[in-house]
Nanobody, 123 residues
Framework: QVQLVESGGDSVQTGGSLRLSCATNGYTSSDYCMGWFRQAPGKEREGVAY???????TYMYSVKGRFSISRDNAKNTLDLQMNSLKPEDTAMYYCAADDVPLCGDSEADFAYWGQGTQVTVSS
């Protein structure tokens, strides 16, 4: 059974940084696609960043240059470094994973989900 557990969410001020981490259990993260999604109150969940098994990355336009997705294969974790945070980044952030090496571009393409970690950015 695959388990994903996020951590690192917090409340920060505009311009601050946070690092989210996703611990995996029952899953070899290096072999497959993983990603981060977020959902703000009253909005649909959206993809933030994805990483393929070969290390290829994709970012949503609004976070390019500010966020960085990476994985630690030794620890079997997925991280999201978030810099220059803005109030519009406020959301619940979810770790997601799939059973294929290359990522799709929608949440329907991901089979496994964590419970989420809250990020709040105040102005």
């Amino acid at each position: 059974q695959v388990q994903l557990v996020e951590s690192g969410g917090d409340s920060v001020q505009t311009g601050g940084s946070l690092r989210l981490s996703c611990a995996t259990n029952g899953y070899t993260s290096s072999d497959y696609c993983m990603g981060w999604f977020r959902q703000a109150p009253g909005k649909e969940r959206e993809g933030v960043a994805y990483i393929d098994s070969n290390g290829g990355t994709t970012y949503m336009y609004s976070v390019k240059g500010r966020f960085s997705i990476s994985r630690d294969n030794a620890k079997n974790t997925l991280d999201l470094q978030m810099n220059s945070l803005k109030p519009e980044d406020t959301a619940m952030y979810y770790c997601a994973a799939d059973d294929v090496p290359l990522c799709g571009d929608s949440e329907a393409d991901f089979a496994y989900w964590g419970q989420g970690t809250q990020v709040t950015v105040s102005s």
